[in-house]
Structure formats: structure tokens, C-alpha cells
DNA sequence: ATGGATGCAAACCATTTGCAGTGTA
DNA sequence: TACACTGCAAATGGTTTGCATCCAT
């Protein structure tokens, strides 16, 4: 659902990160992107997986799995939430709103006022009824991004 | 990490909404909440349980995530995300944001330039790097909340 | 007293990993 | 050709469930 152009333009994107990157260029990881390039709906692993099952049958999810993680480490794909493995609770519910470190998935609450009363677009309205409104920050917390640093200057 | 008023006006909340449904109110589900409401950083079920141990050594991890999931149903508390069991994936890596249905975890993008912009306050700078921002609306999708209706009005 | 709540153990299911064979650079 | 990549199958680990027992109402 996303146009022809836009799709082209991340599939040469993909290319160049790959070849800069020095990772092999395999048929399993270009139709993995492309999958998931072309989707506007955040599909989860199974769902790209019998997508691409469709261009390459003998296909398996770990190898799906596998890409999908790469591409996340070359910066070609994000998560959708603050991480990955288990639940996190919470019982603050005062309207709140969060730094989230997308390495280690830290979340640290703050409060602000005026990111309580942001107005709800018209688009937004028309997708359902909104109970609260949440500003994420995402990067890195302080802890992970000295260990970031450290990697980088090994680099060098 | 959590003060002690608050803390107090949380457990009788708790105490209110459970008689309130006709739910039993439990040892267990006294400490499971009070060891939710009193932290501050987004504790998974393990942890939640290493620290009701303390207090109830007999208690079981399936107890607690039962006890987790009927206080998450009764509005006590939030889970962190968008949703809980697989990872999904995006490759829009242009700034945007979320309509996020809290029921089944359906999320939908769209974009805002005046979000985009948001201002860093000094509090998040502190925490770590920001990369990006995202604003989530989290309520019920049309679909959900069509069904919710339905289930209400049986209740009559 | 009695039906909902708990604890135990086994089941479940998304995700990961070891390894031998395969294909890209 | 060499080494990274893939597919298979088995392991892992968070979460859920069936069932007998227990306890809050």
C-alpha cells in the first residue's frame, strides 16, 4: 500500500546500506525488505514471512527472523514499542509520557503538561476513539550510549 | 519510589474498583498491585513476582500474570507498547506517529509536521540521546469499540 | 457453603540457536 | 574457493491453561 516510487526508493537504499555494510545481497534478505518496504500496516514475522513465502516458497521464518533484525541493526527498519520480549506494566495512570532507550528498552516516565492537550488531528478521529495521548522519545539512555561510544572508537 | 499518599489513593482505588466488579479481594492481589502501583520504572511479571515473594513466598508466577491481566482489564494499571505478544515491524522511517487500539493492538500511522517538531525538554535530555519523536493516541479502533458497545449494552 | 481464586505442572507459541549444506562475492 | 548465509530441527523462555484444592464472601 505504499507507491511504486517510495518502494524504490527504499529498496536502493537497502542496496547501498547492504554493500556498505559488507553483508552478502541474497535474494531471502531482498524480498524480506521488500516485504515489509511495501506494507504500511506494521506486519509481525509470521505475516511477512508467508508474504515472502509466496515469491520464495522453500523460505524459512528463522531466516525471516534473522533479517528482520539485520535490517533493524543496519537502520533500514524500526520495532513498533519500546521493546521486544516481555510485558511491562504500569500503574501510573496520570497522563504521562516516556524516554525509551530502543537498545536496551528503558523506559523512564516524565510529565508535561502541554503534551497532555495536544489536539487530535481529524485523520486520528476517524480511526476510533482516543482515551490519552502519549509523546515517546526514542534514542539512547546514557548507559547505552557510552557502550555505543566504546564500539565506535573501536571502529576506528 | 512512589510516595506514600500516592501509593495509599492507588491501593484504595484498587480496593473500590475490585468490589466495585465483584472481584475477590485477595492477599495475593492486594500485594501484586501494591508492588505495581509503589515502583516507578515499568516492572515485568518476573520482577513483580521476585518482589511479591517477599511477601507471599508461596505465591505462583501464573497467579501473578492472571492477577496482572484481571487488573489491567479492570483499568488499575497499563501495559507498556502498543501490544504484548510478537514484534512488529516498519520500515517508514520518516517521522510519524500512532493511532494505537488498546484492545487488539491495531496500529495505524499518520503524519504531522507540528509533532515532528516536538520540543526536548531538558528533564528527557538528561535521561539520554533523543533520535526521534512519536506521538501515540491510544483508545479503541472502530472495529473494537463497535464490539465494546455491544457487549455494554447487554449489561442492562 | 460454594463458586471464584490459587498453585502446580504441563502445554503453548513466538523467537532463537547449533549445525551441516548452500550460494554469494 | 572461502566464508557468510540458509534451512532444518531442536531448544529456549515468556506466558497460558487444565485441574484439584483452597478460601473470601
Redesign the pocket.
Known amino acids: 500500500m505504499v507507491n511504486k516510487d517510495e518502494i524504490r526508493n527504499r529498496m536502493d537504499h537497502f542496496t547501498d546500506a ?2 556498505q555494510a ?8 531482498t524480498e524480506v525488505f521488500r516485504e515489509v518496504a511495501s506494507s504500511r500496516n506494521h506486519p ?3 505475516t511477512i514471512y508467508t508474504g515472502v513465502r509466496a515469491r ?1 516458497p ?13 535490517l533493524n541493526g543496519l537502520g533500514l527498519i524500526t520495532t513498533l514499542g519500546p521493546y ?4 511491562r506494566f504500569d500503574a501510573n495512570n496520570n497522563p504521562h509520557h516516556h524516554f525509551i532507550c530502543v537498545q536496551c528498552g528503558m523506559a523512564e516516565d516524565f510529565d508535561n503538561g502541554s503534551f497532555d492537550i495536544l489536539e487530535i488531528p481529524e485523520e486520528v478521529k476517524k480511526m476510533g476513539t482516543v482515551d490519552t495521548v502519549q509523546v515517546s522519545f526514542r534514542g539512547l539512555c546514557l548507559h547505552c550510549s557510552k557502550k555505543e561510544k566504546r564500539k565506535n572508537s573501536l571502529h576506528i
Open positions: 547492504c554493500k559488507g553483508v552478502k545481497l541474497t535474494h531471502q534478505r509481525d514475522a509470521e520464495i522453500s523460505i524459512s521464518l528463522d531466516t525471516v527472523y534473522r533479517t528482520l533484525w539485520l521486544r520480549d516481555r510485558v
